[in-house]
């Protein structure tokens, strides 16, 4: 595991702009999270944690994605366009090899 | 009112991205300022916070005379449903979700499925969640499951001649129809309990509001 060779900038974004998408949470491990954003806060001149982890793995990529859903929207549908957001935006950056796209639906409504 | 032993705080707080149960009381007491983006932006504690101001608004509901006059037992109600909420902020088991793609890893928590079969049961008047399981093996898709439903029902909340197995069956359907559209889970039951039943009583007036 190393360093993503895509970041993920502007990301999350895209995804919020997903139908149904209401919320992006933080998708890395707990700790990382709240240490990343502990820094962050204190050091203005290091960037927040961005919500959605892009790993570089030995095969490719691997994006995982923790997503609020609108009470008006069916989750599962949601998920699936969020999926399909995330390969297309790094279909146009590069199409890289993707070895997965995991997305969470973490609330609904 | 209700105590966490160290070790359950400790979980609690892993739960709740640092915070307790309490805090979040708090931090409603507050009216959410200033704001805590460890709060705000932690779905555990979203999903908390909204079933908290649930709580809020079915106490709100409550007759005041009728809380004073079962203090004790009002007081189980309100620590059982805490108790719960503590529970079901907890993120659970993966429910996986179908996808045509082969590096798709699709999924809902299991606290976001409870969350939102509470905001349509809790949506019902007459009804208030007290808890709310999936019983079954909801990682496997296809394995039927069952929903297990414990309610409070305050017959203030009841249509005129509506009796509370006619509102269970509305709960019943609305918890269905919500399944349907939000998950992939196969439905074996709807089961609900009614643990708590309020009557709405009224309250004699004294002589001289009468004469008011």
Redo the contacts between chains.
Sequence with gaps: MSEPAIAPDRLDDYILAVPGVD?L??AGP?LTT?VA?VVSALIPSVAAPNPIVVVERAGGLSISA?I??G?DH???DV??RV?DAI?EHFSRAGDPV???????????? | MWRSTPRSLAEEQ?RL??HTIEDLNDYLDRGRTPSD??ID???AC??ALTRLERLRAALRRVDSAAVDREAERTDGWVATIIDSIRLETR?GR?IP???D?P???????E???I??LR?AGDGIDGILISRCRLEGDVTEPGEPITVRLDVSVGTDGMNTGESVRDLTARLRAAVYAVLV????LTIAAVDITVTDLYLTTALPTSEGEADE
Aim: net charge positive; hydrophobic share 40%.
């Design positions: 919320a949470y933080p707990l709240v954003s923790s609020g859903v009470p069916a989750a599962p998920c699936r999926h390969a993707i070895v997965e796209i995991a997305v969470t639906v973490a609330r609904i409504g | 892993s991205s640092g983006s460890s932006d932690s779905p979203t999903v993120a993966r979700l179908t996808s793609s590096v798709a890893r699709l999924a809902l928590t606290g976001a499925v969350g939102v905001t559209q939000q998950t992939e």
